[in-house]
């Protein structure tokens, strides 16, 4: 019996064995569901998560603001994922891989292991959380989230163009004498 269960340990920690979609490996990219944004973090492994939290804000405050999507400043932490997570949901996305070569897994952890406590700059649009995790993972920063947010400005800013346009143009046609 003691060999029956030795042997199927041996066989789940089998590298060609596939790996569930929900169990993170070292080196995943980690999407956590807020209820106003995707909050991004890499796993390190033995349940721990590295992620930007903001600077000005307790870690329980951080977990659930909206805050932390506009803060200016924000430091690497190594926290659990399941406080981190709480009682929203996530999963593990590694969604750039098809296009973007992770690095090997020991230099992203390394990568990591020396940011943490550190203080970085944040926004939204240039250097946000999905930004910092990618750029572990594949020595790349990048992020759809960004991308989207920048698409949704330039949505708003040509949208309040053309109004301000039209508003100008019906105006002139209201103040005519004629």
Known sequence: MDKQQHNSSMASNDPDLPVPSGDPQPGDLIEIF??????????????????????????????SSVKSVFSRKAVVRMQLLKEVVG???????????????????????????VLIGQEVSYDLLGSNCEHFVTLLRYGE????????????ISLVTAAASAFSVLGLINTRSRNRPF
């Open 34 to 63: 807020r209820p106003a944004y995707q909050h991004w973090a890499l796993y390190l492994g033995d349940g721990y998560i590295i992620n930007l939290t903001p600077v000005d804000e307790s870690q329980a405050a951080a977990m």
């Open 141 to 152: 920063g990048v992020s759809e989230q960004a991308t989207r947010a920048i698409g949704a």
């Open 87 to 113: 009682s929203d949901s996530y999963r593990v996305n590694n969604k750039y891989d098809h296009n973007h070569t992770p690095l090997p897994v020991c230099e992203i952890i390394q990568r990591a292991q």
